[in-house]
């Protein structure tokens, strides 16, 4: 079934697991919602509505210490559970468990961090794929890339290989003509934004990974092109 | 005094020193647009269309009305003390509630994070308990003995200094400063922050000056002020929601934010809703 931009998503890819270090915070969105996502020094991924209880600054600006993320107007520090731990003005006050930001499902798995906006019980789909290529914008609608990757994806990046893309509820999926398998997860960052994720099955060489690369632009200006042409 | 509208209300509209004779300026206060005119005598003109406004040119600005103010402009008596340097510092437009701007100046807990090595620094983050009350005869919101440690305090400072600050708000989108005067014993420095609302979740900020400070170049003091305000802006743009929330329910405060639920609580109860969000969204 693929999915459109008008149904919510159960799981949405929104990192690759290899470029979020320990200690960055990033900003995303998960179903037009803000969320700050940040990787605590544990190597625990934590991915939070955008704003911070206190004056809603974004806390996609604020700084890792250790296994909280710190909020960079005033400080205020949120542990992994997402209750605020400490309040700089105020060194001595315990602060009250009511202080805590608005959590989302969040799990890593085969190389992507995937959020969930709702509490869901079912885990993502498993895909044969773990080792990153690369993230990038396309200035089009998710639907649009999604159609545009079914319909020509395969001509653009199989190399010469025959194989069809398949469309699963992440994105699509696809082979190389050397046998590579190549996963492109997408998500939807605005009505004209859609990022796109895009993996491996094998660790590939620096120079297979330029030219999936240069392939992949190739294919960002076709499609960005057709879109603006409509 | 308390009847005052939103409309009724004085604003700045932009700098004295920044019109040219016979020239008009246009610009946009609360959606509509105005322009501004030094005349042959040098009396500065407001004009809405071909309309005339209120003008009044203090503390170095042009204010104007929508409507019909039925009080005069604050005062503040210690600027027309000749002994003081008074400063225009331009202008900084900020995307976001003019509300939101005039709240970040009250708010002192951020300097150790957003002013690091100038306001503050992340060892001294505390904020002692300070007083804050409304002036009922006024109509203005006074926070007093409040006390911070500032590395730099003002240009003029050298060295850290436990800085004494007095906020005062005369209207809704006036905030002025009283603050430890590094080179002056005994005296406050003012600074003020004169908002003018350009759109609900738009504003131009007109910081301005009343120091003793004879020795510091203009150039370094206007730098200090537009550095303290830029990195109050990428604050300000990355607050969410834009408008300022006046429902207690949305956003938690500390006991160091008294001048920030006083100033929330006192626009709630004089119905002043411009870059306000009175329901949640």
Same mark, same amino acid.
């Given at each position: 079934?693929?999915?459109?931009?008008?149904?919510?998503?159960?799981?949405?890819?929104?990192?690759?697991?290899?470029?979020?270090?320990?200690?960055?915070?990033?900003?995303?969105?998960?179903?037009?919602?803000?969320?700050?996502?940040?990787?605590?020094?544990?190597?625990?991924?934590?991915?939070?509505?955008?704003?911070?209880?206190?004056?809603?600054?974004?806390? =996609?600006?604020?700084?890792?210490?250790?296994?909280?993320?710190?909020?960079?107007?005033?400080?205020?520090?949120?542990?992994?559970?997402?209750?605020?731990?400490? $309040?700089?003005?105020?060194?001595?006050?315990?602060?009250?468990?009511? $202080?805590?930001?608005?959590?989302?499902?969040?799990?890593?798995?085969?190389?992507?961090?995937?959020?969930?906006?709702?509490? =869901?019980?079912?885990?993502?789909?498993?895909?044969?794929?773990?080792?990153?290529?690369?993230?990038?914008?396309?200035?089009?609608?998710?639907?649009?890339?999604?159609?545009?990757?079914?319909?020509?994806?395969?001509?653009?990046?199989?190399?010469?290989?025959?194989?069809?893309?398949?469309?699963?509820?992440?994105?699509? =999926?696809?082979?190389?003509?050397?046998?590579?398998?190549?996963?492109?997860?997408?998500?939807?960052?605005?009505?004209?934004?859609?990022?796109?994720?895009?993996?491996?099955?094998?660790?590939?060489?620096?120079?297979?990974?330029?030219?999936?690369?240069?392939?992949?632009?190739?294919?960002?200006?076709?499609?960005?092109?057709?879109?603006?042409?409509? | 005094?308390?009847?005052?509208?939103?409309?009724?209300?004085?604003?700045?509209?932009?700098?004295?020193?920044?019109?040219?004779?016979?020239?008009?300026?246009?610009?946009?206060?609360?959606?509509?647009?105005?322009?501004?005119?030094?005349?042959?005598?040098?009396?500065?003109?407001?004009?809405?269309?071909?309309? *005339?406004?209120?003008?009044?040119? @203090?503390?170095?600005?042009?204010?104007?009305?929508?409507?019909?103010?039925?009080?005069? &402009?604050?005062?503040?008596?210690?600027?027309?003390?000749?002994?003081? @340097?008074?400063?225009?510092?331009?202008?900084?437009?900020? !995307?976001?509630?003019?509300?939101?701007?005039? *709240?970040?100046?009250?708010?002192?807990?951020?300097?150790?994070?957003?002013?690091?090595?100038?306001?503050?620094? *992340?060892?001294?983050?505390?904020?002692?308990?300070?007083?804050?009350?409304?002036?009922? !005869?006024?109509?203005?919101?006074?926070?007093?003995?409040?006390?911070?440690?500032?590395?730099?305090?003002?240009?003029?400072?050298?060295?850290?200094?436990?800085?004494?600050?007095?906020? @005062?708000?005369?209207?809704?989108?006036?905030?002025?400063?009283?603050?430890?005067?590094?080179?002056? !014993?005994?005296?406050?420095?003012?600074?003020?922050?004169?908002?003018?609302?350009?759109?609900?979740?738009?504003?131009?900020?007109?910081?301005?000056?009343?120091?003793?400070?004879?020795?510091?170049?203009?150039?370094?003091?206007?730098?200090?002020?537009?550095?303290?305000?830029?990195?109050?802006?990428?604050?300000?743009?990355?607050?969410?929601?834009?408008? &300022?929330?006046?429902?207690?329910?949305?956003?938690?405060?500390?006991?160091?934010?008294?001048?920030?639920?006083?100033?929330?609580?006192? &626009?709630? @109860?004089?119905?002043?809703?411009?870059?306000?969000?009175?329901?949640?969204?």
């Amino acid at each position: 079934m693929p999915t459109t931009s008008n149904d919510p998503c159960l799981w949405v890819p929104a990192y690759l697991s290899d470029l979020l270090m320990p200690g960055e915070v990033v900003q995303t969105y998960v179903d037009r919602n803000d969320v700050a996502l940040w990787r605590a020094h544990s190597g625990k991924v934590n991915a939070w509505s955008n704003r911070c209880p206190h004056r809603g600054m974004r806390l =996609s600006h604020g700084f890792v210490r250790g296994d909280m993320l710190a909020c960079i107007y005033h400080g205020w520090h949120y542990g992994s559970d997402g209750g605020c731990k400490y $309040i700089p003005a105020h060194p001595d006050l315990e602060p009250p468990s009511t $202080i805590c930001t608005d959590g989302f499902e969040c799990i890593e798995q085969d190389g992507l961090i995937w959020i969930s906006p709702e509490s =869901s019980a079912d885990k993502p789909d498993a895909l044969p794929t773990r080792h990153a290529v690369r993230s990038m914008t396309f200035w089009v609608s998710k639907q649009f890339l999604t159609d545009a990757l079914v319909k020509y994806g395969s001509s653009y990046l199989a190399m010469g290989g025959s194989s069809a893309i398949i469309l699963g509820t992440f994105g699509v =999926s696809l082979t190389l003509a050397d046998r590579t398998k190549l996963t492109i997860a997408v998500q939807e960052i605005s009505p004209q934004e859609t990022f796109l994720h895009v993996l491996s099955d094998v660790s590939l060489s620096a120079e297979k990974k330029t030219g999936i690369s240069r392939n992949l632009d190739r294919l960002r200006e076709r499609i960005e092109s057709e879109d603006q042409a409509q | 005094m308390t009847g005052s509208t939103i409309v009724d209300e004085w604003y700045p509209v932009g700098m004295v020193s920044g019109l040219e004779p016979e020239t008009a300026t246009s610009t946009v206060l609360m959606g509509e647009e105005l322009s501004l005119m030094k005349e042959t005598d040098s009396s500065i003109t407001v004009r809405r269309g071909t309309e *005339e406004r209120p003008a009044l040119v @203090r503390f170095g600005h042009v204010w104007t009305s929508l409507g019909s103010p039925d009080h005069p &402009l604050f005062s503040i008596p210690e600027a027309d003390n000749a002994e003081r @340097r008074l400063v225009d510092c331009g202008c900084v437009r900020v !995307k976001c509630s003019p509300l939101r701007a005039v *709240e970040n100046f009250l708010d002192i807990a951020h300097f150790p994070f957003i002013h690091t090595g100038i306001l503050g620094v *992340e060892d001294h983050p505390e904020v002692k308990k300070y007083d804050v009350e409304v002036d009922e !005869k006024l109509n203005e919101i006074w926070a007093k003995k409040v006390e911070f440690y500032q590395p730099q305090a003002a240009a003029s400072a050298q060295g850290g200094i436990i800085t004494k600050y007095m906020y @005062r708000v005369a209207t809704p989108t006036v905030s002025i400063l009283y603050k430890t005067c590094p080179v002056r !014993k005994g005296e406050w420095d003012i600074i003020t922050l004169f908002v003018q609302p350009v759109a609900e979740d738009v504003c131009d900020v007109w910081p301005w000056m009343a120091l003793y400070d004879d020795d510091t170049p203009l150039t370094d003091l206007i730098h200090f002020q537009q550095m303290i305000f830029l990195q109050d802006r990428s604050i300000l743009e990355n607050q969410i929601p834009r408008l &300022l929330p006046l429902d207690p329910k949305l956003e938690i405060p500390t006991r160091a934010d008294l001048t920030s639920i006083a100033y929330r609580r006192w &626009l709630k @109860r004089r119905h002043y809703t411009y870059g306000a969000q009175t329901v949640a969204a």
